[in-house]
């Protein structure tokens, strides 16, 4: 049912209540670095995300042509820290896609919130992705710049940084192809 709910649970016990809906209202996303060049473009991230580091969300909003985004935020799985981001529209292939900058990632576990507006009935809406991430406090970056080939040394310069407290690391290497 549409609007407001208000529930309560009295109980000696610990209770989950889980509310789930049907909607044509729905969003898609995925974290994104930007690149110049020649082609300048966006590159979807692998892997985890820096704690304390700016990100970069492409969003997609699905369902109605009337649909307005007004809040995109990273929540922690706790719901007490929440890091809002910056929205600008890309309004291309007719659809309601945004670039949406967050200035920090949480630590720990978090998850996509997006709020907004139904223009046509003035209604409000809000999603949260189900997908929770989880940061990290190191930075593993590697530049291959030669081909590998079988029986040759190959050397891969790489760079492990951290926004934590210095620990030591242990590096390991292998391939899958039997080189």
């Known amino acids: 049912q549409t609007g407001l709910w208000e529930i309560n649970v009295t109980s000696s016990r610990p209770c989950t209540i889980k509310v789930t809906d049907q909607s044509v209202i729905g969003f898609l996303y995925s974290f994104v670095q930007l690149f110049q060049g020649p082609h300048p473009g966006l590159a979807l991230i692998e892997g985890r995300l820096q704690v304390g580091k700016n990100a970069t969300l492409l969003v997609s909003v699905t369902g109605s042509e009337s649909l307005r985004v007004s809040e995109v935020s990273l929540v922690s799985a706790?719901?007490?820290?929440?890091?809002?981001?910056?929205?600008?529209?890309?309004?291309?292939?007719?659809?309601?896609?945004?670039?949406?900058?967050?200035?920090?990632?949480?630590?720990?576990?978090?998850?996509?919130?997006?709020?907004?507006?139904?223009?046509?009935?003035?209604?409000?809406?809000?999603?949260?992705?189900?997908?929770?991430?989880?940061?990290?406090?190191?930075?593993?970056?590697?530049?291959?710049?030669?081909?590998?080939?079988?029986?040759?040394?190959?050397?891969?310069?790489?760079?492990?940084?951290?926004?934590?407290?210095?620990?030591?690391?242990?590096?390991?290497?292998?391939?899958?192809?039997?080189?």
Do not use: C, W
């Open 78 to 179: 706790s719901g007490s820290r929440v890091q809002r981001g910056s929205i600008t529209p890309l309004d291309r292939n007719d659809r309601r896609e945004y670039l949406v900058s967050v200035p920090s990632v949480p630590a720990g576990q978090f998850s996509v919130l997006l709020i907004g507006v139904d223009n046509t009935s003035s209604t409000h809406f809000q999603r949260q992705s189900n997908t929770q991430f989880t940061s990290t406090s190191i930075e593993v970056k590697a530049q291959a710049n030669t081909t590998l080939e079988p029986g040759k040394d190959f050397i891969i310069p790489f760079t492990v940084a951290t926004n934590g407290m210095g620990e030591t690391y242990t590096i390991n290497a292998r391939d899958d192809k039997g080189f």
